[in-house]
C-alpha cells in the first residue's frame, strides 16, 4: 500500500516512520525484557541463602548455648596451622587437667561457608591423645564457621574463622558469649 498523498502536502509517512511509535513500544518492550532477565536470574541462582531446616535449627539454639557452655569449661581450643601447599593442620584440645573427661575417639568438624552450602567442608578429626584430636583441612579462602563437636554432642565449639593471606597459626578458644 503506498502512502496517501493529499493535495498541497507532503505524503503521510508510514506508522514505523514515526519516532513517537517506537517511544510508546519501547516502555512495555523493556518491562518485558526486565521480567524475563529478572526470572532467568532467580531460577538460574543460588538457593541456599535461607536454610530449608531454619525453624529446627532456631528450636535447636538452647541446646547449642549448653554445648558452647560446656566446651567452655572443658577450655576447648582449636588452632589451625599451616602446612605444605594450601592445606592446615587442625588441632582441637581441651585443658590437660580435663582432657579425662573428654573422651571421645574422634570429632564432627564442619567448616560452614557463610552463604553457598557448595563450599563447606565436613571432615572427622581422630583422637591422638586424650583431650586432643587432629585432621589435615584443605585450604579456602575468606570466612567459614568452624563447628566441632564429638558424636556424642556433650560440647561443640563454634567460631568464626578468618584465614589470612599470609600463613600464620590461627587460634580460636572456646567462648560461651557467642562473639567471635
Given at each position: 500500500?503506498?502512502?496517501?498523498?493529499?493535495?498541497?502536502?507532503?505524503p503521510a509517512?508510514?506508522?514505523?516512520?514515526?519516532?513517537?511509535?517506537?517511544?510508546?513500544?519501547?516502555?512495555?518492550?523493556?518491562?518485558?525484557?526486565?521480567?524475563?532477565?529478572?526470572?532467568?536470574?532467580?531460577?538460574s541462582?543460588?538457593?541456599?541463602?535461607?536454610?530449608?531446616?531454619y525453624?529446627?535449627?532456631?528450636?535447636?539454639?538452647?541446646?547449642d548455648?549448653?554445648?558452647?557452655?560446656?566446651?567452655?569449661?572443658?577450655?576447648?581450643?582449636?588452632?589451625?596451622?599451616p602446612?605444605?601447599?594450601?592445606?592446615w593442620?587442625?588441632?582441637?584440645?581441651?585443658?590437660?587437667?580435663?582432657?579425662?573427661?573428654?573422651?571421645?575417639?574422634?570429632?564432627?568438624?564442619?567448616?560452614?561457608?557463610p552463604?553457598?552450602?557448595?563450599?563447606?567442608?565436613?571432615?572427622?578429626?581422630?583422637a591422638?591423645?586424650?583431650?586432643?584430636?587432629?585432621a589435615?583441612v584443605?585450604?579456602?579462602?575468606?570466612?567459614?564457621?568452624?563447628?566441632?563437636?564429638?558424636?556424642?554432642?556433650?560440647?561443640?565449639?563454634?567460631?568464626?574463622?578468618?584465614?589470612?593471606e599470609?600463613?600464620?597459626?590461627?587460634?580460636?578458644?572456646?567462648?560461651?558469649?557467642?562473639?567471635?
Amino acid at each position: 500500500m503506498s502512502p496517501t498523498k493529499l493535495p498541497g502536502r507532503a505524503p503521510a509517512k508510514p506508522w514505523y516512520r514515526h519516532p513517537w511509535v517506537w517511544a510508546l513500544i519501547a516502555v512495555p518492550g523493556s518491562s518485558i525484557l526486565f521480567g524475563i532477565v529478572m526470572i532467568t536470574a532467580s531460577v538460574s541462582g543460588p538457593t541456599d541463602l535461607v536454610r530449608d531446616d531454619y525453624y529446627k535449627a532456631g528450636l535447636a539454639i538452647n541446646q547449642d548455648l549448653s554445648g558452647v557452655r560446656r566446651a567452655e569449661d572443658l577450655g576447648v581450643v582449636a588452632t589451625l596451622t599451616p602446612r605444605t601447599g594450601s592445606a592446615w593442620l587442625l588441632v582441637v584440645e581441651t585443658r590437660a587437667e580435663l582432657a579425662r573427661e573428654a573422651t571421645a575417639e574422634r570429632l564432627e568438624v564442619q567448616f560452614q561457608h557463610p552463604t553457598l552450602a557448595a563450599r563447606d567442608v565436613t571432615l572427622t578429626a581422630d583422637a591422638v591423645a586424650p583431650g586432643r584430636w587432629a585432621a589435615t583441612v584443605p585450604g579456602f579462602e575468606g570466612t567459614r564457621m568452624l563447628t566441632a563437636r564429638p558424636a556424642t554432642g556433650d560440647w561443640v565449639l563454634r567460631r568464626e574463622v578468618r584465614l589470612p593471606e599470609e600463613p600464620a597459626t590461627v587460634r580460636l578458644e572456646a567462648r560461651g558469649d557467642g562473639a567471635s
